[in-house]
């Protein structure tokens, strides 16, 4: 249990970080002009700022927790694959759905989706990293 509440808690700082750098560093040329499609800058800080805290904790736990579901000891690679799985579960529907309603730029759901699945691969690899089972009593 230890071991989870840890790498949840992992995942969920670097989830934070990776977010902060995606949108605010890599992407923020390409906000430029959809401002009247976000949030005013005034508007709450501190209440979104602790949603945006509660979303990451429990993705963090989730992804550990589905991780650990399926576990079969494969090391790092089996982190890539379901890391790859869950972007794309997560990254692409969503973000289509997203488009299909909303007047988002192609190009801004494309490099969505695409980094995305990046993230959650280097998520997977992580998790893949700190994941140890608990030992289980063996079978009488």
């Known amino acids: 249990m230890g071991r989870h509440v840890i790498t949840s808690v992992v995942v969920a700082v670097y989830l934070f970080f990776i977010e902060f750098l995606f949108h605010a560093v890599i992407l923020k040329g390409q906000y430029e002009g959809l401002e009247h499609m976000l949030r005013p800058e005034g508007e709450n800080p501190a209440m979104f700022f602790s949603l945006l805290i509660i979303a990451y904790l429990i993705a963090g736990f989730l992804l550990t927790h589905v991780f650990g579901r399926g576990y079969q000891g494969r090391g790092i690679g089996e982190g890539v694959r379901f890391g790859l799985l869950m972007g794309v579960l997560l990254a692409v529907p969503s973000n289509l759905i997203n488009y ?26 992580i998790i893949a990293a700190m994941y140890k089972p608990s030992a289980s009593p063996a079978a009488a």
């Open 100 to 125: 299909a309603v909303q007047p988002w730029p192609g190009s801004l759901v494309a490099m969505w989706i695409i980094g995305y699945i990046i993230e959650f691969a280097i998520a997977g690899v």
